[in-house]
């Protein structure tokens, strides 16, 4: 049960990074913001892990360092398909896709089992996470089959996250995440600074490889500062993941709960921005605590 507990506030918290992230992101390009947040999160994770103490190995350190390699992956392919559209069909594919591939994996490489009240909690949770990334508004056109595979491959990237950290053993403490955030801040950061060399090499100036296009009027110092919590908030998260994953857990469940993490991001909206929670999306999240309580107690 503290397994389910955890991996659903880790959601939820998930859900909160994304709102930061978000709101960053209306003032700075989302691959800046996603460098800058990977980078905190980083500094904080290797902060903690001598406290954490535990005593890694090179495979561990190796599944940390590829769980990296899919997390920026999985923010590529995710920001790309959601610019192309529609948001309102491609991102309950990720959700649910990202849900999915480490159930798979779980029921049928890890030869985990299921009893009839998970079993029914995580075909709750499926709808749940469909109803709760539903984006109300947005006009519902066929994607094309280049976003759509874009979409399915954040899905995979994002599965593929939590099955490689599920590889790593008890022992290691939280090193597999420190070497994670290392490996998505270089990469993400590496490309960023490519972007920024390129845009004054052109006589573009710094700023323009750095801003969003169409940016809000957001102050510049509060996207970085978004930014920068965005990472500690993800890092949090991550954390209470990997708890997750090692207090019992099975991957099948912690995967299912971790997908909800659009609740956390529509709740914060709904508190902060005063965004309305559309009919399906309030339905959406009842469910999602009843496959919480479900997946926590079968």
Do not use: H, K
Request: charged share 10%.
């Amino acid at each position: 049960m503290m397994s389910a507990v955890l991996a659903f506030v880790g959601a939820l918290v998930y859900g909160s990074a994304d709102f930061l992230g978000g709101l960053a992101a209306r003032r700075l390009r989302p691959l800046v913001v996603t460098g800058v947040a990977a980078a905190s999160g980083a500094v904080l994770l290797g902060i903690l892990a001598p406290l954490a103490g535990g005593t890694p190995t090179a495979a561990d350190l190796l599944w940390g360092a590829l769980s990296g390699v899919t997390g920026a992956v999985a923010i590529g392919l995710l920001y790309a398909c959601l610019a192309r559209g529609p948001m309102s069909v491609l991102s309950p594919v990720t959700a649910v896709v990202s849900a999915a591939a480490p159930m798979l994996w779980g029921l049928l490489a890890g030869g985990e089992r299921l009893g009839a009240g998970s079993a029914a909690g995580l075909v709750v949770a499926l709808v749940a996470i469909v109803l709760v990334a539903l984006l109300p508004g947005e006009r519902i056109t066929r994607p094309t089959a280049p976003a759509l595979a874009m979409a399915v491959g954040s899905g995979l990237a994002i599965g593929a996250f939590l099955i490689l950290l599920d590889q790593t053993g008890e022992g290691s403490g939280i090193a597999p995440l420190v070497l994670n955030r290392v490996v998505n801040a270089v990469l993400t950061g590496g490309l960023a600074t490519v972007l920024v060399v390129r845009a004054v090499r052109s006589g573009r100036g710094a700023q323009s490889a750095v801003r969003a296009s169409g940016a809000l009027p957001l102050p510049l110092r509060s996207a970085w500062l978004l930014a920068i919590t965005c990472g500690v908030v993800d890092a949090t998260a991550n954390l209470l993941l990997l708890w997750a994953l090692r207090a019992g857990g099975d991957l099948v469940v912690v995967a299912a709960l971790t997908a909800m993490y659009p609740a956390g991001t529509v709740l914060l909206a709904a508190a902060l921005l005063r965004e309305r929670i559309a009919p399906v999306q309030g339905i959406g999240l009842v469910l999602a605590l009843a496959a919480g309580i479900l997946l926590a107690v079968g």
